[in-house]
T-cell receptor, first 118, second 114 residues
Framework: GAVVSQHPSRVICKSGTSVKIECRSLDFQATTMFWYRQFPKKSLMLMATSNEGSKATYEQGVEKDKFLINHASLTLSTLTVTSAHPEDSSFYIC??????????????FGPGTRLLVL | AQSVAQPEDQVNVAEGNPLTVKCTYSVSGNPYLFWYVQYPNRGLQFLLKYITGDNLVKGSYGFEAEFNKSQTSFHLKKPSALVSDSALYFCAVRDLGNDYKLSFGAGTTVTVRA
C-alpha cells in the first residue's frame, strides 16, 4: 500500500495564528487525497477531498476559508487552519486513494497531526 | 446515501479467545467494505476489504471478515485474539457510485486481556 507521511506530528499554537499541515504520498502519485478530522474516541469526519491541480471539494458544514487546502503536486497536499481557535484543536488525518490489486481502491492514511490551540 | 453502524462501543475478550467486531451497512448500490485499525495517536491502518467474490475475506494480522448481503453485515473476526490486537477498529463503506468517499462507523474499542 501507499506510504503517507504528515508533518508536523504535533503542533501547539496560540489562538489567532495559522497552522499548516503537510500530507505527503511517499511512493504513489496521488491525484486524490482526503482530509479528516477526528475528535477523541470518535469516528473520522471527512472535511474535504483534495484534487491535484484543482480546487478542493469541501463537505457540508466545513468552512472553506478557514480550512485552506492546496494540492499543488501529485505527492503533496497541505491543510492550513487559518486564525485557529481552541475549538479547532483536534487530530487531523490525511489519506491517499490508491488502486488495489484485484480491483477497486482503498485509502491509506497518514499518521495524523495533533493540533492544540491555546 | 451510505452509512455504517458499529453497534458496540467496546469489545473485551481474553487472549486466545475468538474476537468478533460487528458492522452493518447501508448503501443504495453495491458496496465496497473496509476494515481499518487505529492504535493510539496514530493514523488508520488498512486491514481488509470486500468488493466482489468470496464472502469470506482474509486480511492482515490474521483478521478476516464475512460479507453477508442478506443481513447487510460485514463482521470482523479473528479466531484467537492477542493482547497486541487491542486498538480502535473502524468499519467503512463506499457505494460503488460514490467517487472514492468513505463513510466510517463510530468505531469499536477492542481490549484483549492477558
Amino acid at each position: 500500500g501507499a506510504v503517507v507521511s504528515q508533518h508536523p506530528s504535533r503542533v501547539i499554537c496560540k489562538s489567532g495564528t495559522s497552522v499548516k499541515i503537510e500530507c505527503r504520498s511517499l511512493d504513489f502519485q496521488a491525484t486524490t487525497m482526503f482530509w479528516y478530522r477526528q475528535f477523541p474516541k470518535k469516528s473520522l469526519m471527512l472535511m474535504a477531498t483534495s484534487n491535484e491541480g484543482s480546487k478542493a471539494t469541501y463537505e457540508q458544514g466545513v468552512e472553506k476559508d478557514k480550512f485552506l487546502i492546496n494540492h499543488a503536486s501529485l505527492t503533496l497536499s497541505t491543510l492550513t487552519v487559518t486564525s485557529a481557535h481552541p475549538e479547532d484543536s483536534s487530530f487531523y488525518i490525511c489519506s491517499v486513494s490508491t488502486p488495489l490489486a484485484g480491483g477497486g481502491e482503498t485509502q491509506y492514511f497518514g499518521p495524523g497531526t495533533r493540533l492544540l490551540v491555546l | 446515501a451510505q452509512s455504517v453502524a458499529q453497534p458496540e462501543d467496546q469489545v473485551n475478550v481474553a487472549e486466545g479467545n475468538p474476537l468478533t467486531v460487528k458492522c452493518t451497512y447501508s448503501v443504495s448500490g453495491n458496496p465496497y467494505l473496509f476494515w481499518y485499525v487505529q492504535y493510539p495517536n496514530r493514523g488508520l491502518q488498512f486491514l481488509l476489504k470486500y468488493i466482489t467474490g468470496d464472502n469470506l475475506v482474509k486480511g492482515s494480522y490474521g483478521f478476516e471478515a464475512e460479507f453477508n448481503k442478506s443481513q447487510t453485515s460485514f463482521h470482523l473476526k479473528k479466531p484467537s485474539a492477542l493482547v497486541s490486537d487491542s486498538a480502535l477498529y473502524f468499519c467503512a463503506v463506499r457505494d460503488l457510485g460514490n467517487d472514492y468517499k468513505l463513510s466510517f462507523g463510530a468505531g469499536t474499542t477492542v481490549t484483549v486481556r492477558a
